[in-house]
Nanobody, 121 residues
Framework: QVQLVESGGGLVQPGGSLRLSCAAS????????MGWYRQAPGKQRELVAV???????NYAHSVKGRFTISGDTAKNTVYLQMNSLKPEDTAVYYC???????????????WGQGTLVTVSS
């Protein structure tokens, strides 16, 4: 069993910053990539940023230059530094690991429970 636990969400004013954290635990052999998705009310879940084990990163166009993903898949952690936040960034943010190799030889996609980010004055 593998779990992702997020933290760091909250209420912030437009232009402010927040840092989200995600830690994976459980029967993990290795993790290839970790990333962040978000889902705003009434909208589909969308990719925000992803980081592969080699350090390659990819961002949604709407967050490029404002958000930075970092961490270490070997240490099963990923962070999302969010700067210059806008009201349209308001959403529940989910940590995701699309391919977790377990100690029992299986492969899982794992999601965190989500953390709410609200950008409002």
């Amino acid at each position: 069993q593998v779990q992702l636990v997020e933290s760091g969400g909250g209420l912030v004013q437009p232009g402010g910053s927040l840092r989200l954290s995600c830690a994976a635990s459980g029967s993990i052999r290795s993790i290839y990539a970790m990333g962040w998705y978000r889902q705003a009310p009434g909208k589909q879940r969308e990719l925000v940023a992803v980081m592969a084990s080699g350090g390659t990163t990819n961002y949604a166009h709407s967050v490029k230059g404002r958000f930075t993903i970092s961490g270490d898949t070997a240490k099963n952690t990923v962070y999302l530094q969010m700067n210059s936040l806008k009201p349209e960034d308001t959403a529940v943010y989910y940590c995701n690991a699309p391919s977790v190799l377990t100690t029992t030889g299986g492969s899982l996609e794992v999601w965190g429970q989500g953390t709410l980010v609200t950008v409002s004055s």
